[in-house]
């Protein structure tokens, strides 16, 4: 009787997305957790960023938030998206800066 033989796939080691689509992982040095109502500065920030992608992931309101979105954006791109925000509720995002990264879990 023949056997059956049993392959087992590789390992992938490294960066990997598995919905569907890339994703861009970066931080905001803004800290907007204190003007959290429904057009505050967080609401704001969410809203601004979504301007060019969705928002899969974010972290807990602070001064450098962590963001996972939908497609490879550029720094420049949502640094700009970001900035443009301007002033809400007397949180300044005009000089905020983006920096982009992998995926890092404390």
Do not use: C, H, R
């Not at 060019?52 to 791109?77: D, H, K, L, R, W």
Request: glycine share 14%; charged share 10%; proline share 3%.
């Amino acid at each position: 009787m023949a056997g059956v033989t049993k392959v087992n796939p590789v390992t992938v080691y490294g960066d990997f997305e598995q919905v569907g689509k890339d994703i861009t992982f970066f931080t905001v040095s803004v800290d907007a957790s204190g003007s959290t109502g429904p057009e505050g500065a967080l609401q704001a920030l969410y809203s601004g960023i979504q301007s060019i992608s969705t928002i899969i992931a974010a972290g807990v309101p602070g001064a450098n938030m962590a963001f996972g979105v939908e497609g490879e954006i550029g720094q420049a791109e949502l640094e700009a998206a970001v900035q443009a925000i301007g002033t809400v509720d007397a949180v300044d995002f005009s000089a905020a800066t983006v920096t982009v990264g992998t995926l890092a879990v404390a």
